[in-house]
Nanobody, 122 residues
Framework: QVQLVESGGGLVQAGGSLRLSCAAS????????MGWFRQAPGKEREFVAT????????YYVDSVKGRFTISRDNAKNTVYLQMSSLKPEDTALYSC???????????????WGQGTQVTVSS
């Protein structure tokens, strides 16, 4: 069982930056692939980024490549999403999730946090 708690969301102007954190409970964090997803009002949940257990491999949705960076600190049981050059279309509820295998679809992820809201004003 893994419990995930996100933090770091907020209101930011377009062009600004935010760093999201996701803290995991338990001693097995390093066994899990971690992902970030987002859901805007009226839209389906969308994959954003994922990182392998060691952190050696990452993958991003095209719309955030070059602007967002996913990283993890297994000693702190935490995964991060550094977001830069934010756009109004990045506004969404951002959730982290844990999976036993690498993937970009939400059905691969077994554990989910409650999410943290990111709002980007124009």
């Amino acid at each position: 069982q893994v419990q995930l708690v996100e933090s770091g969301g907020g209101l930011v102007q377009a062009g600004g930056s935010l760093r999201l954190s996701c803290a995991a409970s338990g001693r097995t964090f390093s066994r899990y692939v971690m992902g970030w997803f987002r859901q805007a009002p009226g839209k389906e949940r969308e994959f954003v980024a994922t990182i392998s257990q060691s952190g050696a491999s990452t993958y991003y949705v095209d719309s955030v490549k070059g602007r967002f960076t996913i990283s993890r600190d297994n000693a702190k049981n935490t995964v991060y999403l550094q977001m830069s050059s934010l756009k109004p279309e990045d506004t969404a509820l951002y959730s982290c999730a844990a999976s036993i295998s690498f993937g970009i679809t939400d059905d691969r992820y077994n554990y989910w946090g409650q999410g943290t809201q990111v709002t980007v004003s124009s």
